[in-house]
């Protein structure tokens, strides 16, 4: 018995299959959590200043679960933007594009500058449309994102950045969703990397980050 078990937990594909299992599970008993919270109700979080929040799902995802994410944000006082992206296709110039367009649209409709929160491959996506169009964007926050993609370049240090991330992600394994712009801020929490969307530590994270980034 004690065999077998080693050779399953030594095959990489019973790892991938054991790792995909335990994202499809805990991200529920995350969700409970976040519901019975006080944080998801506001309490004990600043109140936003009604500027322009962008979402930014993961990869091959749609803005669907990120759903109480917005509503939270509504709540909190920001006024919530969806990305332009039916789903999220990858990191690509034609998806990084397709946000900026949306980014410039609401910059110049609003008159003031977007704070972008995205999750997984949404959170690279993110910093690279700010890499692109710093002066519409004031914060890029990722949550559990590969931000390996364009390190190479340095974000402008008029855009802040902070990086949320989990020790206990099984797809964006530690250190690829650290940020490694010189003025960003890196957050460690508890949770799994599709949770990191439901997560009430990270809500609590995210309205503090907000809150102490102004226009």
């Not at 709540?75 to 949306?102: C, H, K, Q, T």
């Amino acid at each position: 018995m004690a065999t077998t078990r080693r050779s399953i937990l030594n095959d990489p594909r019973a790892r991938f299959a054991i790792a995909v299992l335990t994202e499809v599970i805990t991200p529920g008993f995350e969700f409970a959590m976040l519901l019975a919270d006080p944080v998801f109700w506001g309490v004990g979080v600043p109140r936003g200043d009604g500027h322009p929040v962008m979402l930014i799902p993961g990869l091959f995802a749609n803005d669907r679960y990120l759903t109480p994410l917005a509503d939270w944000l509504h709540r909190m006082g920001y006024r919530m933007i969806w990305s332009g992206l039916p789903v999220d296709p990858g990191f690509s110039p034609r998806a990084i594009a397709r946000i900026n367009e949306s980014l410039e649209r609401e910059h110049r409709e609003s008159g003031t500058r977007i704070s972008i929160i995205g999750h997984s491959m949404g959170g690279a996506l993110a910093r690279a449309a700010a890499l692109r169009n710093p002066n519409a964007v004031r914060h890029v926050i990722t949550l559990g994102s590969p931000l390996f993609f364009g390190a190479e370049q340095a974000l402008s240090r008029s855009v802040a950045m902070t990086a949320i991330h989990t020790p206990k992600d099984r797809i964006v394994r530690h250190p690829h969703a650290l940020a490694r712009d010189t003025h960003a801020e890196n957050i460690e929490v508890s949770g799994s990397h599709i949770g990191l969307a439901i997560n009430a530590e990270v809500y609590r994270h995210i309205g503090a980050a907000l809150s102490s980034c102004r226009a």
